[in-house]
């Protein structure tokens, strides 16, 4: 299976809103509601940050929030801040494997 | 509260096979439902997805590398281990496990990774 296709960067100021995309196919992402997304600062380990393509687990700030239509989920992130600054990668279920996207590089400017 | 660290060699040679042990504490691989997971990522790359471990001894593989990985569990010792057979320089990556949840096999929290090279 493919990878997803993400942007490779995008920006925003802080207090902005930014949206990253997520294109899949009917395979993946067009296929389950089983979307996740993934936030990875420099040197780290990832870390969930959203699944079920909308749901929050216990801890993430409720500026992050998730959509999906058709065959391209979203993450939004509102109200930014210097330490969402990281690199976002986004993961479907494709029937058994799981697929991850390319990632994107977000950065406050 | 959970945690996962990966441990094995940093430094394969090009056709050897690779051994990498997951321990993990804060869940059992027992509990109907949990999983652990192998993810890697080849340095300024993206994440790979590469297999998977359940409770009930399920295993999935990521189709491009199903015939060089095998995925075990040892639930006693709160061990998961992966191997890689014939490793190959494009291998050379930081491998991470990470606690598998949920209708979708969520993965959090991971494990700090850790970072195999592949060279002769």
């Known amino acids: 299976q493919s990878a997803l296709t993400q942007p490779r960067s995008v920006s925003g100021s802080p207090g902005q809103s930014v949206t990253i995309s997520c294109t899949g196919t009917?395979?993946?992402?067009?296929?389950?509601?089983?979307v996740s997304w993934y936030q990875q600062h420099p040197g780290k380990a990832p870390k969930l940050m959203i699944y079920?393509?909308?749901k929050r687990p216990s801890g993430v700030p409720d500026r992050f929030s998730g959509s999906k239509s058709g065959n391209t989920a979203s993450l939004t992130i509102s109200g930014l801040q210097a330490e969402d600054e990281a690199d976002y990668y986004c993961?479907?279920?494709?029937?058994?494997?799981?697929?991850f996207g390319g990632g994107t590089k977000l950065t406050v400017l | 509260q959970i945690t996962l660290k990966e441990s094995g060699p940093t430094l394969v040679k090009p056709t050897q096979t690779l051994t990498l042990t997951c321990t993990f504490s804060?869940?059992?691989?027992?509990?109907?439902?949990?999983?652990v997971g192998w993810i890697r990522q080849p340095p300024g790359k993206a994440l790979e997805w590469l297999a998977l471990?359940?409770?009930?001894?399920?295993?999935r593989y990521s189709p491009s590398l199903k015939s060089r990985l095998t995925i075990t569990k040892d639930t006693s010792k709160n061990q998961v281990v992966l191997t890689m057979t014939n490793m190959d320089p494009v291998d050379t990556a930081t491998y991470y496990c990470?606690?598998?949840?949920?209708?979708?096999?969520?993965?959090?929290?991971w494990g700090q990774g850790t970072l195999v090279t592949v060279s002769s």
């Open positions: 079920d393509v909308s």
């Open positions: 990470a606690h598998a949840y949920g209708s979708g096999s969520y993965l959090g929290p």
């Open positions: 993961c479907s279920y494709a029937g058994s494997p799981w697929v």
């Open positions: 471990i359940y409770w009930d001894d399920d295993k």
């Open positions: 009917s395979s993946d992402v067009g296929g389950y509601n089983y």
């Open positions: 804060g869940f059992s691989l027992s509990t109907s439902g949990v999983g």
